[in-house]
């Protein structure tokens, strides 16, 4: 009898730990993903949200909103002249991410607005809690990358 319950105990704390390792897991994949990012040049915020299960970014805040004319800026690099009128705040430029199991987003894309081009994309929070952001054609080591940080001081969103 005390066997089979030591044998019932094992098979619980087997399914508790297994349960942890699950949260902890999930926890670690998805740290400080979501939310505000300022990118690497410091000109725009990026809001990071889940969309349909997976996780996506859109152009929320402007250091400079306005061109040149005092016109909100608009998607003008774009090569789809049809998609040039439209407005960069509000603008999604992450898509598609998924959670890995190496604390990784992957099978995304991004789209550089100053290019007006699109690329594959995997992203992660390093150890220095900043967003690494990796655009490839291909393979990831055809690509370039950015950091983004989460912004000094809240942003006031251009949208909305």
Not at 37 to 64: M, N, T, Y
Not at 109 to 126: A, F, L, Q, R
């Amino acid at each position: 009898m005390q066997a089979k319950f030591e044998r019932r105990m094992k098979k619980i704390f087997a399914g508790l730990a297994l349960a942890a390792c699950i949260v902890w897991a999930g926890a670690a994949r998805a740290q400080d993903v979501q939310g505000w990012w300022v990118d690497g040049s410091g000109k725009a915020g990026i809001f990071i949200a889940p969309c349909g299960g997976q996780l996506c970014g859109k152009i929320e805040w402007l250091r400079v909103p306005l061109d040149k004319a005092g016109k909100p800026k608009t998607d003008i690099h774009n090569n789809d002249p049809a998609l040039r009128p439209r407005l960069l705040c509000g603008l999604q430029i992450l898509g598609n991410f998924t959670p890995g199991d190496d604390g990784r987003w992957r099978g995304g894309w991004i789209y550089d607005p100053e290019s007006g081009n699109t690329y594959k994309s995997v992203m992660h929070v390093g150890d220095d809690g900043k967003l690494h952001v990796r655009g490839f054609i291909g393979i990831t080591l055809i690509g370039r990358s950015t950091v983004w940080s989460k912004p000094a001081t809240p942003l006031t969103p251009c949208t909305g």
